[in-house]
T-cell receptor, first 113, second 108 residues
Framework: NAGVTQTPKFRVLKTGQSMTLLCAQDMNHEYMYWYRQDPGMGLRLIHY???????AKGEVPDGYNVSRLKKQNFLLGLESAAPSQTSVYFC????????????FGQGTRLTVV | DAKTTQPPSMDCAEGRAANLPCNHSTISGNEYVYWYRQIHSQGPQYIIH?????ETNEMASLIITEDRKSSTLILPHATLRDTAVYYC?????????WGAGTKLIIKP
């Protein structure tokens, strides 16, 4: 049981380049999330999805887009990368319900130069 | 903005109980308190959660005050592998609102 898998684990981008981060979960969870974590800080929610075909903005959505075409996958896109988007990105998923545990991937370390 | 306040760091001797406090004085009646930890910048790991009753599982105990304005996470017998950043989080609808957490260092 793989849980939540993020691809890639590391990436270096030049300013202005685009890329897509992939998150895949095999637990049939309804909810999926994308967070970013900057040094010494907690996680901040970028976008989330409460089901296939639905997405919503979190705390810090600017500069990012997401898609959830399949229940098991949640994609995070950067259309034109900026140095301020240098961060560690975490994907998570959880079952439906107000008191459910979220499972996290191991993170993607992104550097924009 | 984070809805919780935690001390930035704490030490605990190996084998002793580690008690991590959290203040959440603005929590609403239907919002849950969650605890996660993060070891060496890995993905956060779920520990426990609760609404108003005390909770216990194989990892830890969660004590929530009667007025729900604060809580304490208890690791009963801390080991060196428990060294991590511990986050106390309030769940608001679908979202977990994260603060900066407490860096817990377990000393031999």
């Amino acid at each position: 049981n793989a849980g939540v898998t993020q691809t890639p684990k590391f990436r270096v981008l030049k300013t202005g380049q685009s890329m897509t981060l992939l998150c895949a979960q095999d637990m049939n969870h309804e909810y999926m999330y994308w967070y970013r974590q900057d040094p010494g800080m907690g996680l901040r929610l970028i976008h989330y999805s409460v089901g296939e075909g639905t997405t919503a903005k979190g705390e810090v959505p600017d500069g990012y887009n997401v898609s959830r075409l399949k229940k098991q996958n949640f994609l995070l896109g950067l259309e034109s990368a900026a140095p301020s988007q240098t961060s560690v990105y975490f994907c998570a998923s959880s079952p439906w319900g107000p008191a459910t545990e979220a499972f996290f991937g191991q993170g993607t370390r992104l550097t924009v130069v | 903005d984070a809805k919780t306040t935690q001390p930035p760091s704490m030490d605990c001797a190996e084998g002793r109980a580690a008690n991590l406090p959290c203040n959440h004085s603005t929590i609403s009646g239907n919002e849950y308190v969650y605890w996660y930890r993060q070891i060496h910048s890995q993905g956060p790991q779920y520990i426990i959660h609760g609404l108003k009753n005390n909770e216990t599982n194989e990892m830890a105990s969660l004590i929530i005050t009667e007025d729900r304005k604060s809580s304490t996470l208890i690791l009963p017998h801390a080991t060196l592998r428990d060294t991590a950043v511990y986050y106390c989080i309030v769940r608001v609808n679908y979202q977990l609102i994260w603060g900066a957490g407490t860096k817990l260092i377990i000393k031999p």
